[in-house]
């Protein structure tokens, strides 16, 4: 899914307009009716009324303010994403509030309709929204409706040495180390251990490439002195697609595995840098030879790294139907 957020507004899918001006209906009405009826939530539950209903009156005013956020953000939900991170923020809170207090035997177990009405049906579209505008800001939509074929990207893209990724596969087996973004901490930890990779690229006779999404010559600053080794730069990530690489879902992005080995490539002191590159993007490893890919390693997450010796072993030639669903 792509968005575009060049002209005046960003086109969505009107799912999301209409759920957010469907949300600030619904938030507006709450707020007349806890000032209208206070006591009506308290009675309909089951539990003692509050001995000072303003403060029931008050958080319908608070009720009225989102209500009115989100009309605002329903004229353009990814423009407007504070407003709803501000409303997904809140529904998350009360819904916690409200399952532990229930749990805590605090409240009735027929609370539960309040939470479901309030907050948890509007949990799920306004995570949405928010999965959307991180896909609008970070992502970059493709170039062309199809992707190019690997033989068509082998001649159109050049490694850093000048010769085309055609001619460069003719004479001798590619590794080619499809990276994420520079400030991404897996590709911090790939550059720490470039030396390694290319010791195993050495060993079976093949060369090293990393491709990267910076505009060419802009990748030397986060390679510093290991700037020597070939590479390619592919901002549009058309090279990505050609080799089958997409984008990721949040749970290949921001899944309990990632964060894990996150947090132990941090801890290694890889660290976390600026987003220099597509944030969405997936990384990968592949063999070529003669435009051909002869073994691939696609990430199936973000903190998957190349391991170039299970690479070497998987060699095998790729028919062209293989190639064309890559």
Known sequence: MTFECNGPGCKVPAWM???????????????????AWPHFCF?????PRPNHPILWRAAGLISALFGVGFLI???DP???????LLGFAKATL?????????FADELPTKALWLVFFDDFIWWFPLAAILWATVQAHVGRPPTRDEPLTIAEACRSYSLSSG?????????????????????????????????????????????????????????????????GVAR?????????????????????????????????????????????GDGLQMPGA???????????QPARTASDLPDLPRLFEGMHPVSPADELTA
């Open 43 to 47: 009675d309909w539950v089951g539990i």
């Open 286 to 296: 592949f063999l070529l030879r003669d435009s051909n890919v002869i073994s691939r």
């Open 73 to 75: 953000a329903a004229r």
């Open 232 to 276: 390619i730069a592919d901002p549009m990530c058309e090279l990505y697609r050609a080799f089958g690489l997409g984008k990721g879902g949040f749970l290949e992005l921001f899944g309990p595995r990632v964060w894990l080995r996150g947090a132990v490539s941090v801890f290694k002191g890889c660290g976390v840098g600026h987003l220099a």
């Open 94 to 102: 009360v819904i916690a509030l409200l399952l532990t207090s229930i």
């Open 78 to 84: 990814i423009r407007h994403w504070p407003l709803v």
């Open 17 to 35: 307009p209409r759920v957010l001006f469907i949300a600030g209906i619904y938030h507006l009405m709450v707020a007349i009716a806890a000032n």
């Open 163 to 227: 010769e085309t990724l055609a001619e460069a596969s003719s004479h001798q087996t590619l590794a080619l180390v499809f990276l994420r973004h520079f400030g991404c901490t897996f590709t911090r930890q790939i550059l720490r251990h470039l030396q390694d990779l290319q010791k195993e690229a050495d060993r079976h006779d093949a060369r090293l490439v990393l491709v990267h999404m910076l505009q060419k010559g802009r990748e030397t600053h986060y390679l510093g002195q290991r700037s």
